[in-house]
């Protein structure tokens, strides 16, 4: 079955932190994308990758990096995490050309 | 830019009853369209998307919906709810770059009442 999986589910930090959230996808995608999930705001895209080592900002950048230095995994840091960044984090993949996101099942991180 | 609206934020319906939930965007040229549903504490699964052709699409789990170029909507129906469906629905518009971008909607979350 393929998949898309995020190392932990639930995650507490402290402010100021640097935080880790990593992503795997066993299905061979060009394409993988990194979600923020609020009450209210929906999902809204932070980065994504259309290739290995490739990366480019989605509408809320600030605050956060990536790195993709494997095909199968994408890698979400806070540099400093504060409390504005508890939230749920989703990683989707797909091929490229494709709109047929694969996601996973998230990681609730509380920043306190 | 892309846009998309989900204007209810939470529906309640009785188990058995019909079901419609709706979605309005934004684009410029014809749109791909996809709903999401969010069961607790999952991530994403798709239902059905719309590309092109026939304006009335089929889903997974007995949903469809309807493509309406001239009200920009695509909205999400079912005949008979079970209690199975309550979760979260996501309308998402692809960005029709080369990167494939979805741009979602807020949500509806959908109870189901005995």
């Known amino acids: 079955d393929v998949k898309v999986t995020q190392s932990s589910r639930y995650l507490v930090k402290r402010t100021g932190e640097k935080v880790f959230l990593e992503c795997v996808q066993d299905m061979d995608h060009e394409n993988m994308f990194w979600y923020r999930q609020d009450p209210g705001l929906g999902l809204r895209l932070i980065y994504f990758?259309?290739?290995?080592?490739?990366?480019e900002k989605g509408d809320i950048p600030e605050g956060y990096s990536v790195s993709r230095e494997k095909k199968e995994r994408f890698s979400l840091i806070l540099e400093s995490a504060s409390t504005n960044q508890t939230s749920m984090y989703l990683c989707?993949?797909?091929?490229?050309?494709?709109?047929?996101?694969?996601f996973g099942s998230g990681t609730r991180l509380t920043v306190v | 830019a892309q846009s998309v609206t989900q204007p209810d934020i939470h529906i309640t319906v009785s188990e058995g009853a019909s079901l419609e939930l709706r979605c309005n965007y934004s684009y410029g040229a014809t749109p791909y369209l996809f709903w999401y549903v969010q069961s607790p504490g999952q991530g994403l699964q798709l239902l059905l998307k719309y590309f092109s052709g026939d304006t009335l699409v089929q889903g997974i789990k007995g949903f469809e919906a309807e493509f309406k170029r001239s009200q920009s909507s695509f909205n999400l129906r079912k005949p008979s709810v079970h209690w199975s469906d309550a979760a979260e629905y996501f309308c998402?518009?692809?960005?029709?770059?080369?990167?494939?971008?979805?741009?979602f909607g807020t949500g509806t979350l959908l109870a189901v009442q005995p």
């Open positions: 990758s259309y290739d290995v080592k490739m990366k």
């Open positions: 998402a518009v692809g960005d029709g770059g080369a990167t494939n971008k979805l741009i």
């Open positions: 989707a993949s797909t091929r490229a050309g494709a709109y047929g996101y694969t």
